[in-house]
């Protein structure tokens, strides 16, 4: 079966409450629609993209 993956990346390091609510029910509405959101933060990335890479591929691994 297919599966659908949305990833995104935090832009903001002040992330606020309002931003967050948004995000929570566009994760639900896309979750309806089969797609399953992964959210990582910049900085996580640039700190540690080996590790992100490896966090992603076994997540969709994971999916199949």
């Known amino acids: 079966p297919l599966r659908l993956v949305g990833s995104e990346m935090c832009i903001r390091e002040d992330y606020e409450e309002r931003q967050k609510a948004y995000d929570e029910e566009r994760t639900k509405m896309l979750n309806n629609n089969g797609i399953e959101v992964i959210r990582i933060a910049n900085n996580e990335v640039d ?12 997540r969709i691994e994971n999916m199949q």
């Open 47 to 58: 700190r540690n993209f080996l590790g992100v890479c490896q966090y992603l591929e076994l």
